[in-house]
């Protein structure tokens, strides 16, 4: 820090003599941006008359304030060059850079398709403007200009990602499928590429495809980011059979701290698939506890108490039953036998209070004493 202010001191002390035609010191803003010394650059900026304020420096200022985070200073110095000149492609690029991140996606498309204008043969613009569309949820323009990004450059792999990912959207499988196998002739370990690769396979029934290209992302290294290829892998190996490798993918998600309730649902089918049934009730148990939320009991319970409030004392009873099923709290036998009492049917009143009684254990005696005092006087 200490050698960047007294770059800047030095740099000012020339500024007399080293200075181009708007009268600063160009020299200085150059050196500002080859070391990164933003805030120096920005302090710097404010010194200069405005009418001496040319593009190249109201794009350094922009830049600077960028990279810094200071957006609305950003825009306010792209701005003032955009009106400069309109033709500015750093201008134009960073205003809808800025937009596109602000969700302004009307805004960002006007700037990225003059940039389109002044340079048409770039593929990143053209990107830039399919991305838009995409935001826009205008699919077919978002379609048609990565189409034209993709023919401009093939080897770029995140164009051809966007571009599979685009007709698998489209479910123009063929069309992906070619793009895929291209990108992956580049690059065999690219994940984004195997991930909508492996999408479109399971889409297709293709689920031998599916495999090792599930196989090559396990491999990889690149832990819950892969999460839902890995996934379609356990479907795919379960559709065809392949018990084992099933369980293979499966016990990746887990092993890499995947907590969903599929994961475990589908690793216990497949060790049904082969017979081993103790392992898979475990983890068939395992999926009841993640289903069943700590609080789904007392949901049931207020939604009975709900209604026996309206007296619906039918339903009363059937949520009654359903809180006692999810969680075996046998003191809900007890509110059940009195919402038979309440709707007047005395027979069921009483199984009830007998059932409560039969199976308590450490009820609270008052109510034990009560249930075995209405059983006699019903």
Do not use: W
Request: charged content about 20%.
């Amino acid at each position: 820090m200490l050698k960047r202010m007294l770059f800047f001191v030095i740099m000012l002390s020339f500024q007399s003599t080293v200075v181009n035609a708007s009268g600063y010191n160009r020299v200085f803003v150059s050196q500002c941006l080859e070391e990164q010394s933003y805030s120096a650059l920005l302090t710097f900026v404010q010194t200069i008359p405005v009418e001496d304020c040319d593009n190249f420096l109201l794009n350094a200022a922009g830049y600077s304030a960028f990279q810094t985070g200071l957006t609305d200073q950003a825009v306010s110095y792209y701005s003032r060059s955009y009106e400069k000149d309109s033709n500015n492609i750093q201008a134009n690029l960073y205003l809808g850079m800025i937009k596109n991140r602000q969700r302004k996606f009307t805004e960002a498309l006007s700037f990225y398709k003059r940039l389109l204008q002044l340079r048409p043969d770039q593929a990143r613009y053209l990107k830039n403007v399919a991305d838009c569309f995409t935001s826009l949820r205008i699919d077919d323009s978002a379609l048609f200009y990565l189409s034209k990004a993709y023919t401009t450059a093939p080897n770029d792999l995140s164009i051809a990602y966007s571009f599979a990912d685009a007709l698998y959207a489209k479910k123009m499988y063929a069309e992906s499928d070619v793009v895929i196998t291209s990108g992956l002739a580049i690059d065999s370990n690219n994940s984004s590429l195997l991930g909508v690769g492996i999408r479109s396979a399971y889409f297709q029934k293709k689920y031998k495809s599916v495999l090792p290209m599930v196989h090559k992302l396990t491999h990889l290294g690149l832990g819950e980011t892969i999460f839902t290829p890995v996934m379609f892998g356990v479907f795919a190996a379960l559709q065809i059979k392949d018990y084992k490798l099933c369980i293979e993918y499966s016990e990746y998600l887990m092993r890499n701290g995947s907590e969903a309730e599929q994961v475990y649902y589908h690793a216990a089918k497949a060790y049904a698939g082969l017979k081993e049934y103790e392992k898979s009730n475990q983890l068939l148990n395992k999926c009841l506890s993640m289903a069943i939320s700590e609080n789904t009991e007392a949901y049931y319970t207020e939604m009975a108490e709900n209604y026996e409030a309206l007296r619906d004392f039918g339903k009363a009873q059937r949520n009654f039953d359903t809180a006692r099923f999810i969680s075996g709290n046998n003191l809900l036998l007890y509110r059940k036998a009195l919402a038979y009492e309440a709707a007047s049917d005395t027979e069921r009143a009483k199984k009830a209070y007998q059932s409560f009684l039969r199976l308590s254990q450490n009820e609270d005696t008052a109510i034990v004493n009560f249930a075995k005092k209405r059983i006699t006087e019903l």
